[in-house]
């Protein structure tokens, strides 16, 4: 595709309420970026792969969020029982490879969780 | 990651060059100084990067001293457009798909 896409770009849900957020990468793209941004501050990273392999997960906050890229493309990223501290906006990047590559990012999808 | 210092804001004339500092003092031998923009409420946009030797691009210039302990972001002609949260990123290029490290960056205001 043209360039990164995530769905849906606006999300809100009920507290305790599971959530599934969708990123499509840059077609080809080797490597596939979770981020997560709050108001005011930079994004803050969450997970990352290569092909389908989940290469660190460091970054997830805790065990309710879970993200999967089964076929090396579209990623999902889960959030178990939505809490209102889980609200901000989530980032979906891919780069073309390893190493020094840049990344180029999606427009996010906002999650609101009342 | 070794951490990177840059102003938290910084004001620039329509027209006039935007130098950006940021200084990255405990940077290794093998980590890059990347620089990306967020434009509002929009995803990061990647503008350069460069290890040692000064780069220049279609967007920027990177200027890295010789030490490699700092570094500035030139934007030769500043637009309204520009106006922006600039962040300088150091980052390994020896680990595969090493994830960003965002600080808190630089507010850049231009205005004309």
């Known amino acids: 595709g043209a360039g990164v896409s995530q769905s849906p770009r606006y999300k809100v849900t009920k507290r305790g309420q599971d959530v599934a957020l969708r990123c499509d990468p840059i077609?080809?793209?080797?490597?596939l970026y979770w981020y997560r941004q709050a108001l005011g501050q930079g994004p803050e990273f969450l997970t990352y792969?290569?092909?389908?392999?989940?290469?660190?997960k460091s970054g997830l906050p805790n065990d309710r969020f879970s993200a999967e890229r089964p076929e090396g493309s579209i990623s999902t990223l889960t959030i178990q029982r939505t809490e209102q501290r889980d609200s901000a906006m989530y980032r979906c990047?891919?780069?073309?490879?390893?190493?020094?590559?840049?990344?180029?990012f999606g427009p996010g999808t906002r999650l609101t969780v009342t | 990651d070794a951490k990177t210092t840059q102003p938290t804001s910084m004001d620039c004339a329509e027209g006039r060059a935007a130098n950006l500092p940021c200084n990255h003092s405990?940077?290794?031998?093998?980590?890059?100084v990347y620089w990306y923009r967020q434009i509002h409420s929009q995803g990061p946009q990647y503008i350069i990067h460069g290890l040692k030797n000064n780069e220049t691009n279609e967007m920027a210039s990177l200027i890295i001293t010789e030490d490699r302990k700092s570094s500035t972001l030139i934007l030769p002609h500043a637009t309204l457009r520009d106006t922006a949260v600039y962040y300088c990123i150091v980052r390994s290029a020896n680990q595969a798909g090493t994830a960003l490290i965002f600080g808190k960056g630089t507010t850049l205001s231009v205005s004309s």
């Open positions: 990047a891919s780069s073309n490879g390893a190493g020094a590559y840049e990344q180029y």
């Open positions: 405990t940077i290794s031998g093998n980590e890059y």
């Open positions: 792969f290569n092909y389908e392999a989940q290469q660190d």
């Open positions: 077609s080809g793209h080797v490597s």
